[in-house]
């Protein structure tokens, strides 16, 4: 699977990733909130040149390859150039993106894990 990591790449460069920025790039309003606020499955080569051109970046740069299904690739292979190494998690990132729901269960872990 391909990820794109504009918010990451962004954030490096000081800029802040917004539908404002992608439509300035002339990238439609749509692909911009898509961009921006979705799990993209797809961007076409003229939203890639556009976000490229404009960041000043290539496009691996900006996405990256993650084995689907823990299927490892042969050795050699060039999707094995655009892996990116783990990032050590974040514990405020990982949590943001938490329903309450599983917000609850993980506070209940810690105080579970305290004793109180």
Do not use: W
Request: proline share 9%.
């Amino acid at each position: 699977m391909i990820t794109l990591y504009l918010h990451e790449f962004c954030n490096k460069k000081g800029l802040k990733p917004t539908i404002t920025l992608l439509t300035d790039m002339k990238i439609g309003y749509h692909t911009a909130k898509h961009l921006i606020y979705g799990k993209p499955k797809s961007i076409s080569f003229d939203t890639l040149y556009k976000l490229c051109h404009n960041l000043k970046c290539k496009p691996h740069d900006i996405m990256a390859y993650t084995p689907k299904d823990n299927k490892p690739l042969p050795d050699g292979h060039p999707l094995l150039e655009l892996l990116r190494p783990q990032a050590p998690l974040n514990p405020i990132d990982a949590l943001s993106d938490l329903s309450p729901e599983n917000l609850e269960k993980v506070t209940a872990m810690i105080k579970k894990m305290r004793g109180k």
